[in-house]
């Protein structure tokens, strides 16, 4: 089993930057992707950035790419996402999610389903 715990959500105004943590314990060593998903009330849950462990290649959603950039620290097993120039519809609950399968060999954008392991989520509020 692995165990995801988020931090770092919150609430700021339009264009400002919020960074969000997600901390990986249990077998880890059965997990190859990380990614970040996000869910707005009465929206589908949606994924955002996904890294592999092995060589922590990148992928995003097309609707944050050039603002978000995740990234890990291997040693602290964390993953990271840095939200920048955040837009009010960045407002969702944000989850960490893990899988034991690259994610470049699953379809894009990423499915929930695809991914084994969840975080309890972090909520994300920007204001206009």
């Known amino acids: 089993q692995v165990q995801l715990v988020e931090s770092g959500g919150g609430s700021v105004q339009a264009g400002g930057s919020l960074r969000l943590s997600c901390a990986a314990s249990?077998?880890?060593?059965?997990?190859?992707?990380m990614g970040w998903f996000r869910q707005a009330p009465g929206k589908e849950r949606e994924g955002v950035a996904v890294?592999?462990?092995?060589?922590?290649?990148?992928a995003y959603a097309d609707s944050v790419k050039g603002r978000f950039t995740i990234s890990q620290d291997k040693a602290k097993n964390t993953v990271y996402l840095q939200m920048n120039s955040l837009k009010p519809e960045d407002t969702a609950m944000y989850y960490c999610?893990?899988?034991?399968?690259?994610?470049?060999?699953?379809?894009?954008?990423?499915?929930?389903?695809?991914?084994?392991?969840w975080g309890q989520g972090t909520q994300v509020t920007v204001s206009s």
């Open positions: 890294t592999d462990r092995g060589g922590g290649n990148t």
């Open positions: 249990g077998y880890i060593y059965s997990v190859a992707s």
């Open positions: 999610a893990a899988t034991g399968r690259v994610w470049f060999a699953l379809p894009w954008p990423p499915r929930s389903s695809d991914y084994n392991y």
